[in-house]
């Protein structure tokens, strides 16, 4: 059997060099979930040791419409760096992935650190701010087609993402609406209150998940909260503007 270093190095030079690989569980069907997450910490080691930065965690599968998408019922979570970080307004290029969909997400950034068991109110007094985002997802697997530990193995397919403006920590954004353009015509609506009911629950669950990893959400860390619709495809040419209540707007261009 490849060791878990091996199919790291395997899933991290897919997303470097926007390469489809097979599944992992094509040849190994008893990948575990665990051993899932140990290739993702060991991909994302191999980024961090090129030179990227740490900032932050995605959370995954956190809507009914993606969980429905992808045919998975399980929230996941992957890790953010500085290079996954795109400037808002700017272009996408698509030759840099291999499937890449962009979804419409709530970003929290914090102050304090969180670990472990939370409550609501503690994740919510540990945030410096919140603000509108979109993440861009691109599993590196054929025909877009994984199980979940494939999926978890390959950062659960977090590629990059745009962060608009934050706003106060105290605004609510329990159940605000969003409505994702290409060109100008709406291609997905939805609300805030998809994110697990309320994005704040993805907070507390990132701070629990994180932890059994070993590790903890520290000051500074940005956390995407989930989907909150179906994702969009991503084509060159399109001018993506994703609008939220109260919050306002994500833009972007996708080029070749």
């Given at each position: ?8 190095q395997?899933?991290?030079e ?9 599944q992992?569980t094509?040849?190994?069907?008893d990948?575990t ?6 290739i ?18 995605k959370m ?10 992808v ?9 953010l ?8 307004g ?6 840099a ?27 919510l ?6 603000a ?6 691109d ?27 934050w ?36 907070l ?39 609008t ?5 707007t994500v ?6």
């Amino acid at each position: 059997m490849t060791s878990l270093a091996g199919l790291a190095q395997i899933v991290d030079e897919a997303a470097r060099t926007a390469v489809a690989i097979p599944q992992l569980t094509d040849t190994l069907p008893d990948l575990t979930v665990d051993d899932a997450y140990a290739i993702q910490a060991l991909s994302v080691a191999r980024r961090r040791a090129r030179g990227e930065r740490r900032a932050g965690f995605k959370m995954g599968l956190t809507s009914r419409a993606k969980m429905i998408q992808v045919g998975v019922s399980e929230v996941i979570w992957g890790r953010l760096t500085d290079a996954m970080r795109l400037i808002e307004g700017g272009d996408l290029h698509r030759a840099a992935y291999v499937h890449p969909r962009v979804e419409p997400e709530i970003a929290y950034i914090l102050k304090k650190p969180l670990e472990g068991e939370v409550t609501a109110a503690e994740a919510l007094s540990a945030l410096e701010a919140i603000a509108p985002a979109v993440e861009i997802i691109d599993s590196r697997y054929r025909d877009f087609k994984f199980a979940l530990p494939d999926v978890v193995a390959d950062n659960s397919s977090s590629s990059g993402f745009f962060v608009g403006s934050w706003s106060s920590p105290s605004t609510d954004v329990t159940n605000l609406g969003i409505v994702m353009e290409v060109d100008g015509r709406p291609v997905q609506i939805g609300s805030t209150a998809a994110i697990l009911g309320n994005p704040i629950r993805s907070l507390v669950a990132a701070a629990r998940l994180v932890a059994k990893a070993g590790e903890r959400l520290e000051p500074g860390d940005i956390v995407l909260a989930g989907g909150a619709t179906a994702a969009h495809a991503l084509v060159p040419g399109m001018h993506v503007k994703t609008t939220f209540q109260r919050l306002g707007t994500v833009a972007f261009n996708v080029v070749a």
